[in-house]
C-alpha cells in the first residue's frame, strides 16, 4: 500500500492545508517489498529514557491533547507552572469518589414513565424494566458525555475510554442499562489499578456475561465464546507465529463453566452444579498446564485464578497490552526500533510490577519518546476526541443541574452527533472495539473520510452561528467570550498565536499567522491599529454595532480555523 504523508492524507480526505509544519505520516519499518527501511527512513529511535529536553506551552499541550478529552485555556494556565513531574502526578491522581451516577430525564414523557424511580432520580439499582431499558441506556450514553464534558485535570476519562475499547461490550445486546452502567462503573474505578483484577473482574462482569455468553456457559454445554476472547482480544492477542490452540480455547471454557447472573440483585454468581469438575489441560503454548478441576462454592473463583495466572504468565500478555496503550496515546506505528525501544521494556516494568498498570502509563508519559517531535502533532483525532475537545476548548456552556431534561437533552445532542461521526460511546461496533483503534494498515485514519470530514466541520460552523436549541436553552459557541479569554486579545498578533497554539497542535510559520491576521482580523486591510481600534471601541462601548464588528470577524476566524486539517491532528 502506497504510503501518503499526513498532508497528502488529510487532502485526500477535503482538507484544506495552511501550514507547511504538518508532521509527515511516519513510514512503516517495512516498505511494501518487505525490505527494511534505512535507519534515516525509520520513525523515531527514542525509547522510556525520561524527557529531559524543552519544557514549555507546546511539550504542556501535547502532553494534555493526549490525556484529557480537548484542552481549555484554564487547563493550560493550571499546568503551565508546574514541571513535568508535577503535571505526571496532576494527570495521575485519579478523584478518590466515583461520579455520581446517571438519572432519569425520561420520566416526564407520558409513554416512559417509570413508577419505581421519580424523574431526577437513578434508575442503577432499580429494578429490571424491558419496556425501560431503552430510555435508561439514552440516559447512560448521554450521562457518560456530561462526564467527558466536565472531565477533571486527570487521565480517568482517557483511560476509561481505553478500557471500554479493549474489553468491548454493546448496550445494544446486553439490553439491560443496570449492568451496562456497573460494567462502566467498574471500567472507571479500576482504570488505572492493576491489571489482573481488573481482568479478573471482568471476566464475572454481568454485563460481559451477556454479552459473550458466559451465563449460558455450562457443563453440559460449555460455551467458548469468551473463552476465546479472554485469549485472542484481552490477553494475549491473535497474531503471533506460535499461537494457543483450538483446543486451549475449548479447555479455557471449560474453567469458565457455571457463572451465572442473578438480574434482581444486579449481581453474578457462581453455580458450582453447572461447573465442569475435571482438570483442564492446555497445550505447549502454555507449558501444558493443568488447572486442577474444582469442586464446591469456591471453585469457579480458583480456577479463574489459576486461568489468570497462566496468560498473564505468558511475557506476549505484557507487550500486547502496552502495544494498545501505545497506539492509544502515541502512534499506530509500531516499528521494529518502538517494539526494542519502548514496548520490550515497558512490558517489562508491566510484569516487574505485578501488572499494576500506574507505572506503565507513569513511564510512557515521562518519555523522551513521548515527547518526541515525530510524535506530537500526528494522531488524528477520534470522534470523541474531536467533538469534546470543540466544547471544552470553546468552553460551551451547558445547561446546569437545576433542569435535568435541559442539561441532558444537550449532552444528547453532542452524543448524537459522534454516532454521525462513526464513535457510538457504549456500543462499538463489535467485540474488537473500533476499527480505527486496531485495523491494519489504516488505524485511524478511519475515523476522517468524505462524509465524516464534512460533518465535522459543518458541526463548528453550525455551533459558531447558528447554535443548538431545545427546552428553551441554544447551545452556541461565544466567539466574544473565547477571545477575551486570552492575555491581550487587542493585539492581532497575539491573538492569533494565543488561538492557534490552544487550537492546533504546532506552531504555524509567520506567513500564516500574518494571512490569517489580515484576512480576518483586519478584514483584508493593513495596519494592526483596524483590529485595536475596533476591539477598544467594543470594550468600551458595547453596542450592537461594535459588538457585531468584533464578532463576525472572530466567527469567521474560527470557522476558518476549525476547517483546516491542522484541527483534525492532536
Same mark, same amino acid.
Request: charged share 20%.
Given at each position: 500500500?502506497?504510503?501518503?504523508?499526513? +498532508?497528502?492524507?488529510?487532502?485526500?480526505?477535503?482538507?484544506?492545508? $495552511?501550514?507547511?509544519?504538518?508532521?509527515?505520516?511516519?513510514?512503516?519499518? +517495512?516498505?511494501?517489498?518487505?525490505?527494511?527501511?534505512?535507519?534515516?527512513?525509520?520513525?523515531?529511535?527514542?525509547?522510556?529514557?525520561?524527557?529531559?529536553?524543552?519544557?514549555?506551552?507546546?511539550?504542556?499541550?501535547?502532553?494534555?491533547?493526549?490525556?484529557?478529552?480537548?484542552?481549555?485555556?484554564?487547563?493550560?494556565?493550571?499546568?503551565?507552572?508546574?514541571?513535568?513531574?508535577?503535571?505526571?502526578?496532576?494527570?495521575?491522581?485519579?478523584?478518590?469518589?466515583?461520579?455520581?451516577?446517571?438519572?432519569?430525564?425520561?420520566?416526564?414523557?407520558? *409513554?416512559?414513565?417509570?413508577?419505581?424511580?421519580?424523574?431526577?432520580?437513578?434508575?442503577?439499582?432499580?429494578?429490571?424494566?424491558?419496556?425501560?431499558?431503552?430510555?435508561?441506556?439514552?440516559?447512560?450514553?448521554?450521562?457518560?458525555?456530561?462526564?467527558? #464534558?466536565?472531565?477533571?485535570? !486527570?487521565?480517568?476519562? +482517557?483511560?476509561?475510554?481505553?478500557?471500554?475499547?479493549?474489553? !468491548?461490550?454493546?448496550?445494544?445486546?446486553?439490553?439491560?442499562?443496570?449492568?451496562?452502567?456497573?460494567?462502566?462503573?467498574?471500567?472507571?474505578?479500576?482504570?488505572?489499578?492493576?491489571?489482573?483484577?481488573?481482568?479478573?473482574?471482568?471476566?464475572?462482569?454481568?454485563?460481559?456475561?451477556?454479552?459473550?455468553?458466559?451465563?449460558?456457559?455450562?457443563?453440559?454445554?460449555?460455551?467458548?465464546?469468551?473463552?476465546?476472547?479472554?485469549?485472542?482480544? @484481552?490477553?494475549?492477542?491473535?497474531?503471533?507465529?506460535?499461537?494457543?490452540?483450538?483446543?486451549?480455547?475449548?479447555?479455557?471454557?471449560?474453567?469458565?463453566?457455571?457463572?451465572?447472573?442473578?438480574?434482581?440483585?444486579?449481581?453474578?454468581? @457462581?453455580?458450582?452444579?453447572?461447573?465442569?469438575?475435571?482438570?483442564?489441560?492446555?497445550?505447549?503454548?502454555?507449558?501444558?498446564?493443568?488447572?486442577?478441576?474444582?469442586?464446591?462454592?469456591?471453585?469457579?473463583?480458583?480456577?479463574?485464578?489459576?486461568?489468570?495466572?497462566?496468560?498473564?504468565?505468558?511475557?506476549?500478555?505484557?507487550?500486547?497490552?502496552?502495544?494498545?496503550?501505545?497506539?492509544?496515546?502515541?502512534?499506530?506505528? $509500531?516499528?521494529?526500533?518502538?517494539?526494542?525501544?519502548?514496548? #520490550?521494556?515497558?512490558?517489562? $516494568?508491566?510484569?516487574? *510490577?505485578?501488572?499494576?498498570?500506574?507505572?506503565?502509563?507513569?513511564?510512557?508519559?515521562?518519555?523522551?519518546?513521548?515527547?518526541?517531535?515525530?510524535?506530537?502533532?500526528? #494522531?488524528?483525532?477520534?470522534?470523541?476526541?474531536?467533538? $469534546?475537545?470543540?466544547?471544552?476548548?470553546?468552553?460551551?456552556?451547558?445547561?446546569? *443541574?437545576?433542569?435535568?431534561?435541559?442539561?441532558?437533552?444537550?449532552?444528547?445532542?453532542?452524543?448524537?452527533?459522534?454516532?454521525?461521526?462513526?464513535?457510538?460511546?457504549?456500543?462499538?461496533?463489535?467485540?474488537?472495539?473500533?476499527?480505527?483503534?486496531?485495523?491494519?494498515?489504516?488505524?485511524?485514519?478511519?475515523?476522517? *473520510? !468524505?462524509?465524516?470530514?464534512?460533518?465535522?466541520?459543518?458541526?463548528?460552523?453550525?455551533?459558531?452561528?447558528?447554535?443548538?436549541?431545545?427546552?428553551?436553552?441554544?447551545?452556541?459557541?461565544?466567539?466574544?467570550?473565547?477571545?477575551?479569554?486570552?492575555?491581550?486579545?487587542?493585539?492581532?498578533?497575539?491573538?492569533?498565536?494565543?488561538?492557534?497554539?490552544?487550537?492546533?497542535?504546532?506552531?504555524?510559520?509567520?506567513?500564516?499567522?500574518?494571512?490569517?491576521?489580515?484576512?480576518?482580523?483586519?478584514?483584508?486591510?493593513?495596519?494592526?491599529?483596524?483590529?485595536?481600534?475596533?476591539?477598544?471601541?467594543?470594550?468600551?462601548?458595547?453596542?450592537?454595532?461594535?459588538?457585531?464588528?468584533? +464578532?463576525?470577524?472572530?466567527?469567521?476566524?474560527?470557522?476558518?480555523?476549525?476547517?483546516?486539517?491542522?484541527?483534525?491532528?492532536?
Amino acid at each position: 500500500m502506497k504510503q501518503l504523508s499526513r +498532508k497528502a492524507f488529510l487532502k485526500q480526505a477535503g482538507a484544506e492545508i $495552511i501550514s507547511d509544519n504538518l508532521p509527515p505520516k511516519p513510514y512503516p519499518y +517495512k516498505d511494501p517489498a518487505n525490505k527494511d527501511l534505512p535507519r534515516h527512513l525509520q520513525k523515531t529511535s527514542t525509547g522510556i529514557a525520561p524527557y529531559q529536553g524543552a519544557w514549555g506551552d507546546e511539550q504542556i499541550l501535547h502532553l494534555l491533547r493526549r490525556t484529557l478529552f480537548g484542552v481549555k485555556k484554564s487547563d493550560l494556565d493550571f499546568f503551565k507552572g508546574k514541571n513535568l513531574n508535577a503535571c505526571i502526578a496532576q494527570l495521575l491522581t485519579l478523584p478518590p469518589n466515583p461520579p455520581l451516577p446517571p438519572l432519569n430525564n425520561y420520566g416526564n414523557n407520558p *409513554n416512559q414513565n417509570d413508577t419505581e424511580v421519580p424523574f431526577g432520580s437513578t434508575w442503577v439499582n432499580a429494578a429490571v424494566n424491558p419496556n425501560l431499558e431503552g430510555a435508561r441506556i439514552n440516559s447512560l450514553k448521554t450521562w457518560w458525555i456530561g462526564l467527558l #464534558v466536565n472531565q477533571d485535570r !486527570s487521565i480517568r476519562e +482517557k483511560m476509561t475510554l481505553f478500557w471500554h475499547n479493549h474489553f !468491548s461490550t454493546e448496550t445494544i445486546t446486553v439490553q439491560d442499562g443496570r449492568y451496562s452502567y456497573k460494567h462502566h462503573a467498574m471500567l472507571r474505578a479500576n482504570c488505572l489499578g492493576n491489571f489482573k483484577e481488573l481482568l479478573k473482574q471482568v471476566t464475572i462482569d454481568p454485563a460481559m456475561l451477556t454479552y459473550l455468553n458466559g451465563e449460558q456457559n455450562t457443563k453440559t454445554a460449555p460455551d467458548e465464546n469468551y473463552g476465546r476472547e479472554l485469549q485472542e482480544l @484481552f490477553t494475549i492477542g491473535k497474531d503471533l507465529q506460535q499461537h494457543y490452540t483450538e483446543e486451549d480455547v475449548k479447555q479455557a471454557a471449560r474453567v469458565l463453566t457455571g457463572w451465572r447472573n442473578n438480574r434482581n440483585g444486579i449481581s453474578s454468581f @457462581f453455580d458450582s452444579t453447572r461447573h465442569e469438575t475435571t482438570n483442564k489441560v492446555f497445550s505447549s503454548f502454555y507449558n501444558n498446564t493443568v488447572i486442577t478441576g474444582r469442586t464446591g462454592a469456591t471453585a469457579g473463583l480458583l480456577e479463574l485464578e489459576d486461568l489468570l495466572n497462566m496468560l498473564l504468565a505468558q511475557e506476549e500478555t505484557a507487550k500486547y497490552i502496552v502495544r494498545k496503550l501505545y497506539r492509544f496515546f502515541i502512534y499506530y506505528v $509500531i516499528d521494529e526500533s518502538v517494539e526494542k525501544n519502548v514496548i #520490550v521494556p515497558l512490558a517489562n $516494568i508491566f510484569r516487574s *510490577n505485578n501488572y499494576n498498570l500506574q507505572p506503565v502509563i507513569e513511564t510512557l508519559l515521562k518519555s523522551e519518546h513521548f515527547f518526541d517531535p515525530l510524535n506530537m502533532g500526528c #494522531v488524528i483525532k477520534s470522534p470523541l476526541d474531536h467533538l $469534546i475537545g470543540l466544547c471544552r476548548q470553546t468552553n460551551l456552556v451547558f445547561p446546569d *443541574n437545576s433542569d435535568i431534561q435541559k442539561q441532558y437533552g444537550h449532552w444528547q445532542a453532542i452524543q448524537y452527533l459522534a454516532i454521525t461521526f462513526n464513535q457510538d460511546i457504549g456500543d462499538p461496533p463489535n467485540v474488537a472495539g473500533w476499527p480505527a483503534y486496531y485495523e491494519d494498515p489504516q488505524y485511524y485514519e478511519i475515523w476522517i *473520510n !468524505s462524509d465524516t470530514l464534512p460533518k465535522r466541520n459543518s458541526t463548528a460552523d453550525y455551533l459558531l452561528y447558528v447554535g443548538y436549541s431545545r427546552f428553551n436553552y441554544k447551545l452556541m459557541i461565544d466567539a466574544l467570550a473565547f477571545a477575551e479569554q486570552f492575555s491581550n486579545p487587542s493585539n492581532p498578533d497575539s491573538l492569533v498565536t494565543d488561538i492557534t497554539q490552544l487550537l492546533y497542535p504546532g506552531s504555524l510559520s509567520p506567513t500564516v499567522k500574518t494571512f490569517i491576521k489580515t484576512s480576518f482580523l483586519l478584514s483584508g486591510q493593513t495596519g494592526d491599529y483596524i483590529w485595536t481600534d475596533a476591539w477598544n471601541a467594543y470594550k468600551s462601548n458595547p453596542t450592537t454595532a461594535n459588538k457585531d464588528t468584533i +464578532k463576525i470577524r472572530l466567527q469567521a476566524l474560527l470557522k476558518y480555523l476549525f476547517g483546516q486539517a491542522e484541527y483534525q491532528l492532536c
